[in-house]
């Protein structure tokens, strides 16, 4: 079984720099993976952030950036907000248009 | 932009059939791409459900074994979910959403892009 795998929970110093992985249980995350990457507050409906690995959604700033790092992708948060505390959840595009989301990351900013 | 809006029963019993419509405005469903499903239990994370492009080719996550069924209605400019054999398990908030497309190298992806607000469905007796 495909697991996508993602922190659980990461923290951050306001004005600091982190970033969330996004892997595969068995196997490496590439480009082809087309990793997409959204923002969730509680209750509220999730963002678009990244897709395509690295590009940025309509209106999303851009110290929110997508990459491949090693064998997963990753999204950087650079000069961290208090706003951008909240849930952020990758998915991979598996081919045969079956698609899988990784567990989420819950991200302190502190 | 398009805008989705989930409508449906917020109630289900076991083993029922939880039956779901996305209305999609500012965009004809018969103009093409992706449209589809996704769900979160209280507490947890997302769950990809499965999508319908515009022609009915439909994809289905396999944990679900068969009990999905996406459908396109064209005259109403709406897609449906159904899943059948509910348990307390298929409690969450359901959202639909839809794909944007873009090109890398020489061939196109897409990716879920639009969200509808969610429909909280529960299941019990």
């Known amino acids: 079984q495909t697991v996508v795998t993602q922190e659980p929970s990461l923290s951050v110093s306001p004005g600091g720099t982190v970033t969330l992985t996004c892997g595969l249980n068995?196997?490496?995350?590439?480009?082809?993976?087309?990793p997409s990457w959204y923002q969730q507050t509680p209750g509220q409906t999730p963002r678009t952030l990244i897709y395509?690995?690295?590009t940025r959604s309509s209106g999303v700033p851009d110290r929110f950036s997508g990459s491949i790092l090693g064998n997963k992708a990753a999204l950087t948060i650079t000069g961290a907000q208090a706003d951008d505390e909240c849930d952020y959840y990758c998915?991979?595009?598996?081919?045969?248009?079956?698609?899988?989301f990784g567990g989420g990351t819950k991200l302190t900013v502190l | 932009q398009v805008h989705l809006q989930e409508s449906g029963p917020g109630l289900v019993k076991p083993s029922e059939t939880l039956s779901l419509t996305c209305s999609v405005s500012?965009?004809?469903?018969?103009?093409?791409?992706?449209w589809g499903w996704i769900r979160q239990p209280p507490g947890k994370g997302l769950q990809w459900i499965g999508s319908?492009?515009?022609?009915?080719?439909?994809y289905y996550n396999p944990s679900l074994k068969s009990r999905a069924a996406i459908s396109v209605d064209m005259s109403k400019n709406q897609f449906s979910l159904k899943l059948n054999s509910v348990t307390a398990a298929d409690t969450a908030v359901y959202f639909c959403?839809?794909?944007?497309?873009?090109?890398?190298?020489?061939?196109?992806?897409?990716?879920?892009?639009?969200w509808g607000k969610g429909a909280t469905v529960t299941v019990s007796s």
């Open positions: 959403a839809s794909y944007g497309s873009a090109l890398y190298g020489n061939r196109y992806f897409y990716y879920m892009d639009v």
């Open positions: 500012d965009f004809s469903i018969n103009s093409g791409y992706y």
């Open positions: 319908i492009y515009h022609s009915g080719t439909t």
């Open positions: 068995s196997g490496s995350v590439s480009t082809s993976s087309y």
């Open positions: 395509g690995t690295s």
């Open positions: 998915v991979l595009y598996m081919g045969s248009g079956y698609w899988v």
